[in-house]
């Protein structure tokens, strides 16, 4: 838990996930002297790693390091100095392998020539010379140079950072070299897709991940998005940004035509890096629940003040997310949305997420969903914040299988997806523009009764590990356990 984070919970303002990190003083499972029976949390494996493992140890100890707080611990080990200080005032560089993640204090950036205002490529590498960016320490100019075996414009930072200079002033201290001067630490960020929940919200895992890589949760920061055009970014969960910075998002064409200095600048883990989460992810088979991912799903709720309502124990509360889209709509979906209401303990809402509604309102509907029902699509993202008990169902994978079914599994959700192909309709072969016939490019109708028999098995996992509600009207404590 960070200092923030405890700071909040004396102040009564935590979540009760934060609330019992206070109490128990665990740590979350990188730091140096935290021993396994004080992590925050620990995956479970109860299925086999199909040959990737050969011990059950070593399954866990892998999900552990590739997809829970076990990664923050290697990035950390890997930092490496490419600038080093050697008197006060100097600045510093240091980087993770394959410059990932980044960290550099008394940054100097010279944008007077990057012409952004003119530029329609997102991820320019032209945008620095030798000289106008850098700073004033001692450069390992090769091992700069050798950080490039996985470079790429949503996976690291050396395309960026390779004109690196060691410059002959200390900028910040050398004021007259600086147009600009940020005292405020910030966050650069490489942006996926803002339209597209499963793909913006690699950015905000990748914030949060970064956060802990660098030891502060504090929102007195600026993040700024490397975006080297002068086109419009579309986002439409701009309210994330609010979990993470008090201030607004800035664009790297703010400060064009201007020599800046940053006091202290975080270059973030971008969304699609090798090995990453979650996009691009070998996730090892057989496991679930990264702690990383329900730590994620709890401060987001937490700082956007998201309502966890109270649940009456002999009722289910079961959201269908419909598509007002071309493709993937469920053709009767009416006749199914009609037999679950003729269950008298399941309260059933139908719901399209679509930007007319804000995205405070979606979040507080899937928060409070014991089952999450949608066809393949970025709307299941959705389910990183149901309650840690909750079913995410997708309700055809439309030959997608590992999608969705793994972001459940990080997530610590039960997965469900159709089962019995032979009760399902699809209405044509699929017209994908390029590709022909394609799966995730024409409608489906469901039998009902099969829907319903689906439907009941995620019902029996809520019963079974959502938590017991006492005479007192308070909530036990539970673990999920039933296996995913």
Known sequence: MSHLQRQECSNNKCSSEYKKLSKKQPCWGYEKHCRKRNYYSYPICPEDSRGWEHTK????DKFWRSADFGMIREFRDEMMH????DEEGDSTLDCNQHMRYCRATNLYMNLKNSRMADSRERFRTDVFKKGEIGG?????????????KQKGELQSWHSELRPFTSLKFKPVIDRHHCDVIVERPTYFMKLDAGINMFHHFCDFVNLY???????????????????????NYGDFFTLTWKAFSRHPVKRLSDYDNKRVCFKDAIFTLPPRMFYGLYYNMPLIPGCYNSGL???????VVHRLNI????YDPNRYRITLLSRSTKYRRILNEDKLIGALKTIWNYDVTRVDYTYQMPFEKQLEITHNSDIFIGMHGSGLTHMLFQPHWGVAFELYNCEDEGCYYDLARLRGVKYLTWEKKKYLIQQDEGHHPTLGAHAKFTNYAFNIGEFLRMIEKGVKHVAANRPKISADNSVEDSSIKTEL
Not at 57 to 60: A, G, M, P, S, T
Not at 82 to 85: D, S, V, W
Not at 209 to 231: A, K, L
């Open 209 to 231: 991940v970064t956060q802990h890589v660098n030891g502060s949760f504090t929102t007195d920061i600026n993040i700024v998005m490397w975006d080297t055009s002068s086109m």
């Open 307 to 310: 309502t966890t309502k109270p």
């Open 136 to 148: 004033h320490c001692q450069l390992d100019g090769q091992r700069l140079k050798n950080s490039d």
């Open 57 to 60: 140890e070593k399954q866990i």
């Open 293 to 299: 991912m329900k730590a994620f799903s709890e401060h």
């Open 82 to 85: 490419l600038c080093k200080a």
